[in-house]
């Protein structure tokens, strides 16, 4: 825990990029439900640390994805949800488990780890955008 590469978010940056916010939501919804039956721990708390951090992730994503076109690349996009899935799986923990501030002391080595970890994920999530058959998914952008 709290040192994750976060490889997981490399299927919600593709949902993203090939089909839309709602489709990338909806990929992180069936993970985190898929992962926590076949982990048991379905609505655990560590259940929704990671649907908080995974759906921050995905949304902040799509609002760099919108909002940077043009400007941010894919790995950019990606660091900024490795950002917002720490601070969001931190903030979760202060406000349902922890009820104390230390909890944010985490933040720096979190910061650190998610900058390279989120750039790693976004050239892997690009590498697999460029080796997809067209067949596949006729009209996804460029």
């Given at each position: 825990?709290w040192a994750?590469?976060?490889?997981?978010?490399?299927?919600?940056?593709?949902?993203?990029l090939?089909?839309?916010?709602?489709?990338?939501?909806s990929v992180?919804?069936?993970?985190?439900?898929?992962?926590?039956?076949?982990?048991?721990?379905l609505?655990?708390p560590?259940?929704?640390?990671?649907?908080?951090?995974?759906m921050a992730?995905a949304?902040?994503?799509?609002?760099?994805?919108?909002?940077?076109?043009?400007?941010?690349g894919?790995?950019?996009?990606?660091v900024?949800?490795?950002?917002?899935n720490?601070?969001?799986?931190?903030?979760a923990?202060?406000?349902?488990?922890?009820?104390?501030?230390?909890?944010?002391?985490n933040?720096?080595?979190m910061?650190?780890a998610?900058?390279?970890?989120?750039?790693?994920?976004?050239w892997?999530?690009?590498?697999?955008?460029?080796?997809?058959?067209?067949?596949?998914?006729?009209?996804?952008?460029?």
């Open positions: 825990p994750k590469i976060g490889l997981a978010n490399s299927a919600t940056l593709l949902a993203l090939l089909f839309g916010v709602a489709e990338a939501a992180v919804t069936a993970r985190q439900i898929l992962a926590g039956v076949l982990l048991g721990h609505f655990a560590s259940f929704w640390l990671g649907w908080c951090g995974a992730a949304g902040a994503m799509a609002l760099a994805f919108r909002l940077g076109r043009g400007i941010l894919l790995l950019s996009i990606s900024i949800g490795a950002l917002a720490n601070l969001s799986q931190l903030g923990a202060h406000f349902f488990l922890v009820h104390h501030g230390a909890v944010w002391w933040l720096p080595l910061l650190i998610s900058v390279p970890a989120g750039a790693l994920i976004g892997m999530t690009l590498l697999a955008h460029d080796h997809l058959p067209r067949r596949l998914v006729p009209n996804r952008p460029r």
